[in-house]
C-alpha cells in the first residue's frame, strides 16, 4: 500500500495569505493582510535588536518574562497564560488537543479559514453555521451543537466581516453549551474594539473551565513577522497545550519584542486612535463613491462590488493589493486593512475612477 497521509489532510485547501507584491510596481500599497501601518513599537524594535548577539541561545521555554508582562498588564494569572508561534499555533494545538475523528468543530460561516483547516487537519468534520446580516448567530450556533462537537470557535471581532458579538450574547453562548465542548474565543483584534458591550473573554475563562481566548501580537502590535501570540485558559486547559506545544515554540527575539511591546501602551493607544481615524475618513470617502463598508471594529473593512473581482484587479493596477473574499463565501466582497489617512487617500482615489 502507497504512503497515506491521516484522514482529512487532503481535504484540506492550503491557506493563502494576501499578496505582498506587484511585478513591476515599486511603490505598493499592502493593505490585503490586516498589518499594522504604523509598523512596531519602537522600543519593540529595540529589544529585537539587542538579541543579535544571543542568537546561539535556546529561548526560555516557559515564555517567563513575557507572561508576566501581559498578566501585569491586564490584570491575569500568569500561570494561565500559554504563549505560542501566532495565535495560529495555539488554534491548531487547541484542535489537536481536543477534536479527532469522529469529532465536530463549529465555526461561523464567515470566521477565520484556520479553523476548517485546523479541524480536517486532525480528521475532525467542521461545520460552517449560518450568520445573521454578517455577523455570528448564537441561536444557530448552539442549535449545531450535537453530541459530536468539541470545539465552537468564535472570531470577536470577526475577520473579515469586522462584526462581533456583545459581552452578553458570549456569556449566552457559552451558558447553552454543554461542559465538554470548548469555546474557543479568537480576539485577535480585541484591541481595536471602541464598543462599550464588547470584552475580549477574560471573564468567561476565569469563570468556566470550558472558555479559551487567543490573542495576537500581529495586529495592534505590528510583529507579524516574528509570529507571536498567547492564550488565556483554564489551569487544566493550560497544562494540556504545555504539554503539546513544542518545548522551545517562542523565539528568543520574538519573546523580547512581545515584553517591550505589551508594555507600551501608549503606542497601543497611539495605534488605536490612528485606525480610527482613518477608518472613519475611509468609510466617509467611500459613500460618496457610493460604496458601503459593513460596520467594523477591525483594522479593515469590507466593501461590496458589483463586480469585486474586477475591483480588485483595478485596484492592483493602481499599485494597491487589497483582500479577495471568494474562500470566504464573499465572492462580492474585498476586504480591505486600514492604512495610514493617506494610504486610505489613495485607496480613495484608485477607487473613483473605478467604473461599477
Known amino acids: 500500500m502507497a504512503l497515506q497521509p491521516r484522514p482529512g489532510i487532503m481535504e484540506i485547501a492550503a491557506?493563502?495569505?494576501?499578496?505582498?507584491?506587484?511585478?513591476?510596481?515599486?511603490?505598493?500599497l499592502r493593505l490585503a493582510s490586516n498589518e499594522n501601518p504604523l509598523g512596531p513599537s519602537p522600543r519593540?524594535?529595540?529589544?529585537?535588536?539587542?538579541?543579535?548577539?544571543?542568537?546561539?541561545?535556546?529561548?526560555?521555554?516557559?515564555?517567563?518574562?513575557?507572561?508576566?508582562?501581559?498578566?501585569?498588564?491586564?490584570?491575569?494569572?500568569?500561570?494561565?497564560?500559554?504563549?505560542?508561534?501566532?495565535?495560529?499555533?495555539?488554534?491548531?494545538?487547541?484542535?489537536?488537543?481536543?477534536?479527532?475523528?469522529?469529532?465536530?468543530?463549529?465555526?461561523?460561516?464567515?470566521?477565520?479559514?484556520?479553523?476548517?483547516?485546523?479541524?480536517?487537519?486532525?480528521?475532525?468534520?467542521?461545520?460552517?453555521?449560518?450568520?445573521?446580516?454578517?455577523?455570528?448567530?448564537?441561536?444557530a450556533l448552539l442549535e449545531a451543537v450535537n453530541e459530536h462537537t468539541r470545539i465552537l470557535f468564535?472570531?470577536?471581532?470577526?475577520?473579515?466581516?469586522?462584526?462581533?458579538?456583545?459581552?452578553?450574547?458570549?456569556?449566552?453562548?457559552?451558558?447553552?453549551?454543554?461542559e465538554s465542548v470548548l469555546l474557543v474565543i479568537d480576539a485577535a483584534y480585541a484591541e481595536y474594539v471602541e464598543a462599550a458591550d464588547y470584552e475580549a473573554g477574560v471573564r468567561l475563562v476565569e469563570n468556566c473551565e470550558n472558555v479559551v481566548m487567543t490573542r495576537t501580537f500581529s495586529k495592534i502590535h505590528g510583529l507579524a513577522a516574528l509570529r507571536l501570540g498567547w492564550a488565556y485558559c483554564s489551569p487544566a486547559v493550560a497544562d494540556v497545550l504545555n504539554r503539546l506545544r513544542g518545548p522551545f515554540n517562542v523565539s528568543a527575539p520574538a519573546l523580547a519584542a512581545g515584553v517591550?511591546?505589551?508594555?507600551?501602551?501608549?503606542?497601543?493607544?497611539?495605534?488605536?486612535?490612528?485606525?480610527?481615524?482613518?477608518?472613519?475618513?475611509?468609510?466617509?470617502?467611500?459613500?460618496?463613491?457610493?460604496?458601503?463598508?459593513e460596520p467594523s471594529e477591525g483594522n479593515f473593512v469590507l466593501v461590496r462590488f458589483s463586480?469585486?473581482?474586477?475591483?480588485?484587479?483595478h485596484l492592483k493596477k493602481q499599485g494597491v493589493l487589497v483582500r479577495r473574499m471568494d474562500s470566504y463565501g464573499l465572492a462580492q466582497h474585498l476586504r480591505i486593512t486600514i492604512g495610514s489617512e493617506a494610504d486610505m487617500g489613495r485607496v480613495l482615489t484608485a477607487l473613483s475612477s473605478l467604473d461599477q
Open 154 to 178: 468564535l472570531a470577536n471581532p470577526n475577520n473579515p466581516t469586522g462584526s462581533y458579538l456583545p459581552a452578553s450574547e458570549v456569556e449566552r453562548l457559552q451558558a447553552g453549551l454543554p
Open 307 to 313: 463586480d469585486a473581482a474586477a475591483a480588485a484587479e
Open 260 to 293: 517591550a511591546a505589551i508594555r507600551d501602551q501608549d503606542y497601543v493607544a497611539q495605534c488605536r486612535d490612528s485606525n480610527r481615524k482613518a477608518r472613519a475618513a475611509f468609510v466617509e470617502g467611500l459613500k460618496r463613491l457610493n460604496l458601503r463598508a
Open 15 to 28: 491557506y493563502v495569505g494576501g499578496e505582498a507584491s506587484i511585478p513591476g510596481v515599486d511603490r505598493v
Open 44 to 139: 519593540a524594535m529595540e529589544a529585537y535588536r539587542e538579541l543579535a548577539d544571543e542568537l546561539h541561545r535556546y529561548p526560555d521555554g516557559g515564555a517567563t518574562a513575557l507572561r508576566e508582562s501581559i498578566a501585569e498588564v491586564y490584570g491575569l494569572d500568569a500561570s494561565r497564560i500559554v504563549c505560542g508561534a501566532g495565535s495560529d499555533e495555539l488554534i491548531s494545538l487547541l484542535t489537536r488537543a481536543y477534536a479527532g475523528p469522529g469529532d465536530e468543530v463549529l465555526y461561523s460561516r464567515h470566521g477565520f479559514l484556520m479553523y476548517p483547516i485546523s479541524a480536517k487537519g486532525v480528521g475532525a468534520r467542521p461545520v460552517a453555521v449560518a450568520e445573521r446580516n454578517l455577523c455570528a448567530d448564537v441561536d
